[in-house]
């Protein structure tokens, strides 16, 4: 139900900006955020941002990774900077509203050394 885009393989120190699009009919969305699950690994939070634009982040991306969100187009946004290779994983996003949960597909960032 969720839409997300900007996925991609960039080298160590690019940049990529996520994108992650709610439909309509999921509206009055409090917190939405960004996961990710590399393989063999447990999915974990990268950051958070509420309808009051508050955010949490990971500490192993803070100063590097900065999420945004327009709630008029219920989309929010992860730009990444200095990528490193351990960052490579599936990026998840997310929305809640109220105790329901909504996820995207995934989309898959792969960083090269």
């Known amino acids: 139900q969720l839409v997300e885009s900007g996925g991609g393989l960039v080298q160590a120190g690019g940049s990529l900006r996520l994108s992650c699009a709610a439909p309509?009919?999921?509206?009055?969305?409090?917190?939405m955020g960004w996961y990710r699950q590399a393989p063999g690994k447990q999915r974990e939070l990268v950051a958070s941002i509420t309808s009051g634009f508050s955010t949490v982040y990971a500490d192993s991306v803070k100063g590097r990774f900065t999420i945004s969100r327009d709630n008029a187009k219920n989309t929010v946004y992860l730009q990444m900077s200095s990528l490193k290779p351990e960052d490579t994983a599936v990026y998840y996003c997310?929305?809640?509203?109220?105790?329901?949960?909504?996820w995207g597909q995934g989309t898959q960032v792969t960083v090269s050394s």
């Open positions: 997310n929305a809640i509203v109220g105790i329901a949960r909504y």
């Open positions: 309509p009919s999921i509206f009055s969305i409090n917190t």
